[in-house]
């Protein structure tokens, strides 16, 4: 079966700082990856996905992800947030002929200015 | 319509009570997925309809959950005899297609039900 994880529960920063939330999945197959975004109030938004190609993928708001295949991982990059960056972020896959996405257990952000 | 809309936003049910929760997916979208987040955990996959036929229940937690799309748009999730522990977000997401060959799942606000 495949899961999700998620290292990194809360994570608090000041602004400019640098910023990567691991995500690690299990699957032996062909997969699809994906970071979500939860604002405070608001609801879930794609941030950033990966189907195929290139492993370096970006997204919207400065945001990037690495796709390593031999390692399992799709981590998630900032290299400056901002206080506005503060939210909930959520690793997610699906095997590419499924349309079952599992979610990791999410992980907070703080920035503070 | 312009995103996933979901009715209510916010339901209190007592224990045993019966709930209906609403989900309009954007329009034209063939699949609708029904996903249940408990407080600080991410989202649980629950069931998926492609058009009207639900192709995948597996999440759905005991037989007291029931899912439907009878004209392939509008899905309800009723909720039968609640238990404080179905006191969750609830959420409706929809795509264009097969998510597997590089369609975006996109969510609603959720239904945030709780069971007292």
């Known amino acids: 079966a495949q899961s999700v994880s998620q290292h990194n529960h809360h994570v608090i920063l000041s602004e400019a700082a640098s910023l990567e939330l691991g995500c690690n999945y299990s699957?032996?197959?062909?997969?699809?990856l994906f970071w979500y975004v939860q604002y405070p109030g608001q609801h879930l938004q794609l941030l950033l996905k990966y189907f195929s190609g290139d492993p370096l993928v970006k997204g919207i708001k400065g945001f990037e992800a690495e796709f390593i295949k031999s390692k399992f991982s799709f981590n998630l990059r900032k290299p400056s947030v901002q206080w506005s960056d503060t939210a909930e972020y959520f690793c997610a896959v699906n095997a590419f002929d499924t349309d079952k996405l599992i979610f990791g257990t999410g992980t907070r952000l703080q920035v503070f200015p | 319509g312009a995103g996933v809309s979901q009715s209510p936003r916010y339901k209190v049910a007592k224990r045993g009570q019966d709930v209906a929760l609403r989900c309009d997916p954007i329009?034209?979208?063939?699949?609708l997925f029904w996903y249940q987040q408990a407080l600080g955990q991410g989202p649980e996959f629950l069931t998926y309809?492609?058009?009207?036929?639900?192709?995948?229940k597996s999440g759905l937690p005991s037989d007291r959950f029931f899912a439907e799309r009878p004209e392939g748009s509008v899905s309800t999730l009723k909720i039968q005899r609640t238990q404080q522990e179905d006191s969750a977000v609830y959420l409706c997401a929809s795509s264009l297609a097969n998510t597997g060959f590089g369609n975006t799942i996109y969510f609603g606000e959720g239904s945030w039900l709780t069971v007292v």
């Open positions: 309809f492609q058009n009207e036929a639900q192709l995948d």
């Open positions: 699957y032996g197959g062909t997969v699809n």
């Open positions: 329009s034209g979208h063939v699949s």
